[in-house]
């Protein structure tokens, strides 16, 4: 079945430093979600990529789709404390949408 | 607009007891999906609801079961409890249905934790 991979599992940076997590899917996706889960709470919807190369910014966080639609990558310039939480991707292909794995952030001040 | 609403927010249950979780979905949204949320496992989809039909299923067993009603309002069940279905159980919802190939953007509840002993 569909399987999307995030790596890494679990990151730990100072604050300033920047942090980069992918997402690799097994199949081409129509499109792929992001995600954050702070500590305690619930996931809260960051941003949606449909075409393929696309790159988005909010901010500090910089999307990427990549061409051939199967990875994403999630990239946070200069980290603050604020940007602890785990990050999930979510690709949407053959009528399912399949969270990935996640990557945790955590940000020492 | 309010939320998506998850009832109980903790229930405590031991093994071979039943429990049902509700969702209440944002107004106008007609798709409800579940996940079950464990430490090691991340997000496991459970099962989705489109207008009272289930649309897509996950990999568990037949003991989880949901159901959603007229009003987009879901519940799902779990029977037969066993200690590996400690988990916190996430309900989200969309305007729109996986299965056409683009939820729109997924709102979750603050989720059901349930503890089995």
């Known amino acids: 079945g569909q399987q999307v991979m995030q790596i890494p599992q679990y990151q730990h940076v100072q604050e300033g430093e920047d942090f980069t997590t992918y997402c690799n899917s097994s199949?081409?996706?129509?499109?792929i979600q992001w995600y954050k889960q702070r500590p305690g709470g619930h996931p809260v919807f960051l941003i949606q990529?449909?075409?393929?190369?696309e790159v988005k910014k909010q901010k500090r966080l910089t999307f990427q789709f990549g061409e051939a639609k199967k990875n994403s990558s999630l990239h946070i310039t200069a980290t603050q404390t604020t940007d602890v939480g785990t990050y999930f991707c979510?690709?949407?292909?053959?009528?399912?949408?399949?969270f990935g794995t996640g990557t945790r952030l955590l940000v020492s001040p | 607009k309010a939320g998506v609403t998850q009832t109980p927010r903790y229930l405590i249950k031991t093994r071979g007891q039943q429990v049902t979780l509700s969702c209440s979905p944002i107004?106008?949204?007609?798709?409800v999906s579940w996940y079950q949320q464990t430490p090691g496992q991340g997000l496991q989809f459970l099962f989705e609801?489109?207008?009272?039909?289930?649309?897509n299923k996950g990999n568990f067993p037949g003991r989880f079961s949901g159901r959603q009603f007229s009003n987009s309002r879901s519940e799902m069940n779990v029977s037969t409890l066993e200690l590996g279905d400690s988990a916190l159980y996430l309900c989200?919802?969309?305007?729109?249905?996986?299965?056409?190939?683009?939820?729109?953007?997924?709102?979750f509840g603050e989720g059901s934790r349930l503890t089995v002993l």
């Open positions: 989200a919802s969309s305007r729109w249905t996986s299965g056409g190939g683009n939820t729109g953007e997924l709102f």
């Open positions: 199949t081409t996706l129509s499109n």
């Open positions: 990529l449909v075409k393929s190369g």
């Open positions: 979510a690709g949407s292909g053959f009528q399912k949408l399949v």
């Open positions: 107004s106008g949204h007609r798709s």
């Open positions: 609801y489109f207008s009272e039909t289930q649309r």
